[in-house]
């Protein structure tokens, strides 16, 4: 193990050494079950399943999040900072939130401020649980859903869903 610290390098012997320039590296967190969505923008995830949340520029947009977390074993968070996220890409019929609806395939919480928004803006619905997986849904508000059959808002189909302090309105 290594520790990184400004202006030094130490190992778990407390080894130390000069900072010096090692090159660019990427570090990868095993089990990574929690992320920080920091753009507002409807954007899909690079690599779904690589443990890396990332779109296109390099941000992390609740669907590429989703789209990651949905390939992670076990319960996954997401953190969503407030504002309104636009669901803007259109719907295909796949399960993998490619566009459309967000899809959940596997145990998530999605942690709101209360003045965190998502807007399905009449594309599709808002969320779709799928079987055997289970969603939190904490401190949130959900508009916009549309669709001919049940669940505008959220579809449960053979999951779960938690709702905490959730907001449902046109």
């Known amino acids: 193990n290594v520790s990184l610290v400004p202006d030094e390098i130490t190992d778990t012997s407390d080894h130390k050494m000069p900072a010096t320039t090692l090159g660019e590296f990427t570090v990868r967190l095993s089990g990574a079950s929690e992320f920080t969505v920091n753009t507002f923008n409807d954007t899909s995830d690079t690599n779904p399943g690589d443990g890396f949340v990332s779109d296109s520029s390099n941000n992390i947009s609740l669907r590429a999040a989703i789209q990651e977390t949905n390939s992670l074993a076990g319960s996954n968070t997401i953190n969503l900072p407030a504002g309104t996220y636009s669901l803007t890409l259109s719907d295909d019929t796949s399960n993998d939130s490619a566009g459309g609806d967000l899809d959940i395939l596997d145990d998530l919480t999605i942690l709101g401020t209360g003045n965190t928004v998502i807007d399905a803006r009449q594309l599709d619905r808002v969320f779709h649980v799928h079987e ?32 905490q302090r959730l907001t449902l309105w046109e």
């Open 132 to 163: 055997d997986a289970t969603l939190n849904l904490i401190g949130l508000q959900l508009t916009g859903g549309q669709t001919d059959a049940n669940g505008g808002g959220i579809l449960v189909d053979g999951g779960s869903a938690n709702l």
